[in-house]
């Protein structure tokens, strides 16, 4: 555990504090006191980008060139509002609730993702039934593969989902 070795003990209390997730949640919903400190201690993103999303966000529109500042703000503001919405905020099972969808599914994920953990997506997706389903996995990314494998995703994306050739 980072936390320990570090001797963060605010860290080490508050996470104690709120116990592992039972059933893949936290009590008392607390899951975003956990991301914030898995987002500190580094499990969130992998290697070159740092430690958290917030020392990498500043980066991030450099990586790109399409993306402004603005492009970046208004990214930030509609990922708030969908967590905001409804369904952002049921707590669904997927392996147990989820288990048909009428619509392809592809995961991209990223072999240190301490968010999502891959193995378990892994499962939930040999299990799914879908008219076409893909997993696949990032050697070198975090919880973000579509910036910290740019090249590897769009490649992936536009030759395995949008078939282009």
């Given at each position: ?15 104690l ?103 378990l ?9 879908a ?35």
């Amino acid at each position: 555990m980072k936390q320990k070795k570090r001797n963060d003990k605010r860290a080490i209390k508050a996470l104690l504090k709120i116990g592992p997730p039972v059933n893949g949640f936290y009590k008392d919903d607390k899951m975003l006191l956990q991301r914030n400190y898995l987002n500190k201690m580094g499990g969130i993103l992998y290697g070159k980008y740092g430690n958290s999303v917030i020392n990498t966000l500043p980066k991030i529109p450099c990586m790109f060139k399409e993306y402004s500042f603005f492009t970046m703000l208004k990214y930030v503001i509609a990922n708030e509002w969908c967590l905001s919405q409804p369904l952002g905020q049921e707590k669904v099972d997927f392996l147990n609730e989820v288990k048909e969808l009428a619509v392809p599914v592809y995961l991209f994920m990223g072999k240190y993702d301490y968010n999502t953990v891959s193995e378990l997506a892994k499962k939930w997706l040999e299990n799914l039934e879908a008219p076409h389903k893909a997993f696949f996995e990032f050697e070198k990314s975090g919880h973000t593969p579509q910036w910290e494998e740019a090249e590897k995703f769009n490649y992936l994306f536009s030759k395995q989902v949008l078939k282009i050739k």
